[in-house]
Each structure stands twice: as structure tokens, then as C-alpha cells.
């Protein structure tokens, strides 16, 4: 991990923070965060760190090194989004399901 003077941050995590930055200021209110922004985050998190860059970015630290964990490793990637569920391989590969709700389902 890059070491920078305090207050500076690191061009890479200055990018991906200008990159949210965008989104957020024309996004809906409940929008998810774009696949391609929690990759950008998850490999600037690789190189610089996963707190420097969810405190960036203002992003859930736990969800971020879950994303660098799974991506580091080469499993699958699972993200739900509203009710179906994609799951991207570590080779860049997406697969769709439908997420289907249970009667008997427990939360």
C-alpha cells in the first residue's frame, strides 16, 4: 500500500472518488451503486487499501472488502439487485437469476 502525505490522497483513489462523486450527483434516490464503480473501488482497495478507500468514496467498508476478498480469490462475485441476482465470475463473466420470494421464506 502507497503511502501519501496527510490530506493527499493517491491519484487512483482520487479518480474512483470523483467517479461516485458523478454518479451520486445524478442518480435517483435508491439507485444501487453501478457494478463498474464497485470494481473500480475494489481494485483501487487492492493497491492503496480497503479503509482509505471506502472512507474516500463514503462507501460501506464491509461490502468493499467483500467485493476485494471475492475478487482477490477468484470466486464469483454475487450482487443483488431488487429481485434478480447477478453473479459475475472472476473471469468477467455475468450470469442472471431470478431471485424468487418464499411464502415460508425466511428473512
Request: proline share 3%; hydrophobic share 35%; glycine share 4%.
Amino acid at each position: 500500500m502507497s503511502k501519501q502525505r496527510s490530506g493527499e490522497l493517491p491519484v487512483a483513489i482520487e479518480r474512483v472518488r470523483s467517479q461516485f462523486e458523478e454518479w451520486r450527483a445524478h442518480k435517483s434516490r435508491r439507485d444501487r451503486i453501478p457494478e463498474r464503480l464497485w470494481s473500480a473501488a475494489a481494485e483501487a482497495a487492492q493497491r492503496h487499501g480497503v479503509h482509505a478507500v471506502s472512507r474516500a468514496v463514503r462507501i460501506e467498508h464491509s461490502a468493499l472488502r467483500r467485493r476485494v476478498q471475492a475478487t482477490s480469490s477468484g470466486h464469483d462475485v454475487t450482487v443483488k439487485t431488487g429481485k434478480r441476482v447477478v453473479r459475475r465470475s472472476a473471469s468477467g463473466t455475468e450470469h442472471t437469476v431470478l431471485e424468487l420470494d418464499h411464502a415460508y421464506a425466511r428473512p
